[in-house]
């Protein structure tokens, strides 16, 4: 059972334009929140992250929103670049454990 | 060069042969995971260690023995190995084993079992 659900594999944005990348979790249990981005062939890496005691968090062009009630996180990437198109993963952890729990993923294509 | 790698990048076995993945980090980060991603399932946890000599089973760790002698080395190792087993697997280290604290991933082995 996915407790961690990205239902959009794929996403495609123009260049300069908002890019939405939706991310859904079952377990009430989870209290913070990260956002992976991977390029081919290389690991992922640590974009932003949010604890569940916020309802947002900026860094630059990256903003990620959290509704606790929903049980659902958004990351916005405004302007968005070629430079973004990879793939991008949300995960979970309940600060109980140091375990993450990672969603499927999202493509982003960022057209120029 | 300081960070996180694995090698091999690429391994192409057969089934039942026994293949090892290792992983080396020159940051002394206390906690060492390897991850496996499958299409339709993201990354999935293997097994973590805590420390030299301490380690733990993850989501999906049947088929898989890791050890871990020194802090730097996070060896994988596949005993007998089968075709579900073809997978991209990532080590990743953290300082700490609290959520907060960012894991870093290192580039991957794309591993192929025939």
């Known amino acids: 059972d996915q407790q961690v659900k990205q239902n959009s594999p794929s996403l495609s944005v123009q260049e300069g334009r908002i890019s939405i990348l939706n991310c859904d979790y079952t377990n009430s249990m989870f209290d913070y929140f990260l956002w992976y981005k991977k390029y081919p062939a290389e690991g992922p890496t640590f974009l932003i992250s949010?604890?569940?005691?916020?309802d947002k968090n900026e860094d630059g062009r990256f903003t990620v929103f959290l509704n606790k009630s929903a049980k659902h996180l958004s990351l916005h990437i405004v302007p968005s670049q070629p430079g973004d198109s990879a793939v991008y993963f949300c995960a979970a952890s309940d600060s109980g454990t140091y375990k993450y729990i990672f969603g499927t993923g999202t493509r982003l294509k960022v057209l120029a | 060069d300081a960070g996180i790698t694995q090698s091999p990048r690429y391994k192409i076995t057969e089934t039942g042969r026994q293949v090892t993945l290792m992983c080396h980090q020159t940051?002394?980060?206390?906690?060492m995971f390897w991850y496996r991603q499958d299409l339709g399932h993201g990354l999935r946890l293997i097994y973590y260690s805590a420390a030299a000599d301490i380690t733990d089973k993850g989501e999906v760790p049947d088929g898989y023995v890791v050890s871990r002698s020194k802090t730097e080395n996070f060896p994988l190792t596949l005993e007998s190995a089968t075709r579900s087993q073809t997978s991209v697997y990532f080590c990743?280290?953290?300082?700490?084993?609290?959520?907060?604290?960012?894991?870093?991933f290192g580039p991957g082995t794309r591993l192929t079992v025939l």
């Open positions: 990743a280290s953290s300082t700490s084993g609290a959520s907060y604290n960012e894991q870093f």
């Open positions: 940051w002394s980060h206390s906690y």
């Open positions: 949010i604890s569940s005691i916020k």
